[in-house]
C-alpha cells in the first residue's frame, strides 16, 4: 500500500513561489512514476507535471512549462513540484498521485485513473 501526502501550498500573490512536497510512506518512490494533478474550482482534475523512475526524465503540461519543476529526492522519499512565476489560474488544489502500471512515458503522459492519491494540499493566488 502506498500512502502519500502532500504539503507546501498556502496563498501567494501572483509573480510568487511555492514548492509543495509529495512524500510517501510504506513504500521508496525510487520504483515509482510520480504525477503531479491539480483541480481548480469548477473544473476538472487535470495532469499537469510528472517524472520517471527509470531515468528521471520529467514530462510537463504547456500552462506550467518553464514555470515548475518536479524533482525528486532519494533520500528523504519525496517528490517536489517548485512552481515560480505563480499566476492567478493556478489557483486550485493540488495533488500527487501514482499508480504501479503506469508510466510518465506512456502515451498522452497521464491515464484517468490512479491507485494512489494523496489528500491534496490547497494554492492560491491572488492577483
Known sequence: QVQLVESGGGS???GGSLRLSCVASEFTLDYLDIGWFRQAPGKEREG????SRNDGSTYYTDSV???FTISRDKAKNTVYLRMNNLKPEDTGIYYCATDLL?????????RAEYDYWGQG???T???
Not at 503506469?102 to 497521464?110: E, I, V, Y
Request: hydrophobic share 30%; with cysteine; glycine share 8%.
Open 65 to 67: 512549462k518553464g514555470r
Open 121 to 123: 494540499t490547497q494554492v
Open 102 to 110: 503506469w508510466s510518465c512515458s506512456d502515451t498522452g503522459h497521464f
Open 12 to 14: 501567494v500573490q501572483s
Open 48 to 51: 499537469i507535471s510528472c517524472i
Open 125 to 127: 493566488v491572488s492577483s
